[in-house]
């Protein structure tokens, strides 16, 4: 042993000081003492809501939901799209939008599967509310509200049925095969001749109700109540995802997404899991979809093209893919930019595609990042027993470490 260089720490000893430093300096798990700690302010603003008691989280959640409700009506001017669109029925879009992007999320941010023709199923969903409403169509006719769970349920029927002889492909090769789907159902709208093409359908139905003026209460230019409608499906379908995120489901879509090998080889069924993902986000789509074609009241071949669904897509990666809040998020700013700034809203796939590669460099997880606390959870507790063992004081496991 060299007398200049002293004694060599133990491998142990080393990792254990490691941890106690970021400790010390407050660097997450995983992270160098030395990197610069970025997302710093995030990072204190998320550990500080984990810490909150559960009633004082729901006591927050419950004045955003207030607010969201109230927003067509606040009308704020600093955020306010009019005089160019109006306010209400941009709300309306962006809650639809926020509503595909959860759906999508639980493919791409849970399963890890890349969707590209993911409007495929919107445009089922949208097709069906139509076909069953509209007067134009020589199918049954239903009320409205019912379309939705029939979309719903049809819409989950095409993801299984295109999930199942694809779902065996990975990475590209899914992508290209989903794209095609995608246009695949444009292109059997246009030449089908019960589904009218270009032509479309009009006078597509939408849920009773007249005012006081005799005009209805869900009518096409009246987007508040519209908004409303979609606000109170979208809290929804989050309390359901929420709850499927934490279950037996989820935690095997999340070891699917992280290693497909290293989760079959663990006993997890993946093709049963990716299959379900698929259909799952289907449903979404399709109940989405569907909301979009009553509140439009025309819908035809031109609505659903690959360029949409490139969109969702980017929804789910500048919010942060695997994470509902950050979804939400981003298909809001995806559909509120262009209606807010409509002098530029025709460049809005540059302006997207810019502000993803800004987001790639120095946001790569997206704004809003999905947090994989199971890991961590899992470190501490065999550094916890491990400490129990020999008798020490328990230290945060250091990644990797754990696995020795």
Not at 174 to 183: D, N, S
Request: aromatic share 10%; net charge positive; hydrophobic share 50%.
């Amino acid at each position: 042993m060299s007398m200049v260089d002293g004694p060599t720490p133990l491998p142990e000893a080393a990792a254990r000081q490691a941890a106690e430093n970021r400790e010390a300096v407050g660097t997450p798990p995983g992270a160098s003492a030395d990197a610069p700690r970025k997302g710093k302010l995030f990072h204190a603003w998320s550990e500080r809501w984990q810490a909150m008691p559960r009633q004082k989280q729901w006591l927050f959640l419950v004045v955003i939901v207030v607010l969201a409700y109230l927003l067509p009506v606040i009308n704020p001017p600093f955020i306010s799209t009019e005089p160019g669109n109006d306010f209400p029925l941009a709300c309306q879009l962006m809650a639809i939008y926020a509503l595909v992007a959860v759906g999508l999320n639980i493919v791409i941010g849970y399963a890890g599967l890349l969707d590209l023709g993911y409007i495929a199923f919107f445009a089922v969903g949208s097709y069906t509310a139509a076909m069953l409403t509209s007067p134009d169509s020589t199918f049954i006719k239903i009320p409205y509200l019912w379309t939705i769970p029939v979309a719903m349920a049809v819409t989950m029927f095409v993801g299984v049925l295109l999930g199942l002889p694809t779902l065996r492909l990975r990475g590209d090769y899914l992508a290209i095969v989903t794209l095609g789907f995608g246009e695949i159902v444009r292109i059997l709208a246009t030449i089908i001749p019960a589904m009218k093409g270009q032509v479309g359908f009009q006078n597509v139905g939408h849920p009773p109700g007249v005012g006081a003026d005799g005009i209805p209460t869900f009518a096409n230019s009246n987007g508040t109540p519209w908004y409303w409608l979609t606000l109170s499906i979208l809290l929804v379908v989050l309390f359901l995802v929420g709850n499927l995120e934490r279950s037996r489901v989820g935690r095997s879509w999340i070891a699917i997404r992280e290693d497909e090998d290293a989760a079959e080889t663990m006993g997890v069924p993946t093709f049963k899991y990716k299959v379900w993902a698929f259909a799952l986000g289907a449903c979404i789509g399709g109940l989405a979809g569907s909301l979009m074609g009553g509140q439009v009241g025309f819908v035809n071949n031109q609505k659903f093209d690959v360029v949409t669904s490139i969109l969702f897509v980017a929804a789910v990666v500048l919010g942060g893919s695997g994470n509902k809040v950050g979804a939400i998020l981003g298909g809001a700013l995806v559909a509120y930019i262009p209606l807010r700034f409509t002098a530029i809203a025709e460049y809005k796939f540059l302006i997207f595609g810019l502000a993803l590669c800004v987001i790639m460099i120095y946001r790569s997880q997206g704004l809003v990042p999905a947090r994989q606390r199971l890991l961590a959870y899992g470190g501490h507790a065999y550094a916890a027993v491990r400490a129990r063992v020999s008798g020490r004081k328990p230290v945060p496991a250091v990644d990797g470490e754990a696995a020795k």
